[in-house]
Every structure is written in C-alpha cells, then in structure tokens.
C-alpha cells in the first residue's frame, strides 16, 4: 500500500512538474536601445525543469555557457539559429556569446532561485566590455 501511494506521488509530482514547465524567450541582438550586440535579458529567473529558448533575431550570435553549476556538461550552439536548453540543475549559469564575449554580450540564468555558486560566477574570467555587465549582472543578483 505504501509502495502504491509512492508510486501515485511520483506520478503526480513529475506530470504536475511538466504541466507547469515554462519556456522563456531571449532575444540574440545586434542592438538594444543604446546597447550593441547583446541577449535581451541579462537575468532570467526560471524553475528546474524550465526551458529557455534564444531566438536568433539578429544573425551572427549563439549561446555558450562559461560558468555552470557542478555536474553541468558544456553547451555551445551553433550560430545564427534559435536555440533551447532545458534547465534542470538549480544555480546560476552564466554564458556569453562566443564572437561577441569581450563586447559586453553575457547573460545568465538562475535556476530554482538557488546561488550556491555565486563564487564561480564572481571569480569568471571575462574580457572587454563584459567585465562592467558582469559587475551590473552580479549587482542585480545581490539585489
Ligand atoms: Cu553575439
């Protein structure tokens, strides 16, 4: 009976999880505002199990993560298409645009609101314009 009842909160648990799973959209950019060649947001706040979806709105851009939580295999997409990644390890993620990584074009992801690694993303090694959004990214997680 115990086993049943179990068996009976997984189900509901995983099928409850995949009903509420969102998917958010960011825009790859060659201008923003006043801003050149950046992600649209650059702080995105999902659950474990959400999926974020890059849309290729301006050619020449991709995602690849440069800071992931432990366990987390490297991601790197192609250019110019829309890309999805489904988030599954609670942390932050921080990624750059691979032709744009010295010209401010960074962003992050934080997963179930968890920011354990907070120390990695701090300590990342970062070129040109994206030290100051690194800075602007971390001021907005302290906030
Ligand atoms: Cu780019």
């Known amino acids: 009976m115990y086993k049943f009842l179990l068996l009976i909160g997984l189900t509901l648990s995983v099928s409850g999880n995949s009903l509420m799973a969102a998917t958010i959209e960011v825009e790859m950019l060659n201008r923003l505002g006043k801003e ?17 979806k890059w849309l ?9 993560f440069l800071t992931t939580p432990n366990g987390v295999d490297a ?9 999805e990644y489904t988030f599954n390890v ?14 401010g074009m960074i962003a992050v992801v934080v997963v179930g609101e968890n920011k354990d690694n907070i120390d990695s993303i701090m300590t990342s090694r970062v070129g ?16």
């Open 36 to 52: 050149s060649m950046v992600y649209s947001q650059s702080v995105v706040n999902v659950q474990s199990g959400d999926t974020v």
């Open 56 to 64: 290729a709105s301006s050619k020449g851009h991709n995602v690849q």
């Open 75 to 83: 991601f790197k997409s192609k250019l110019s298409v829309d890309v």
């Open 90 to 103: 609670p942390g932050i993620y921080l990624y750059q645009c691979t032709p744009h990584k010295s010209m």
């Open 128 to 143: 040109g314009k994206s030290k100051k959004r690194l800075a602007s990214i971390l001021t907005a997680l302290n906030s």
